[in-house]
């Protein structure tokens, strides 16, 4: 599994996302982002991101 942490993003919040791909972990990334934070995703965004991307 793959996982990121939003908290290693530098959003204050603690929403930690799983999945067996970058793509789909980088998906619910976006998606808890413009839902959860009102944040517009950029490539900058997925490219950070996807820097922090840990195996678990
Ligand atoms: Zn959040």
Do not use: P, Y
């Amino acid at each position: 599994m793959k996982i990121l942490r939003f908290n290693e993003a530098g959003l204050d919040c603690n929403f930690e996302v799983h999945g067996k791909t970058v793509e789909e972990v980088l998906k619910k990334a976006a998606d808890h982002a413009r839902k959860g934070h009102n944040l517009e995703v950029t490539e900058d965004s997925l490219d950070t991101w996807r820097s922090l991307i840990q195996e678990d």
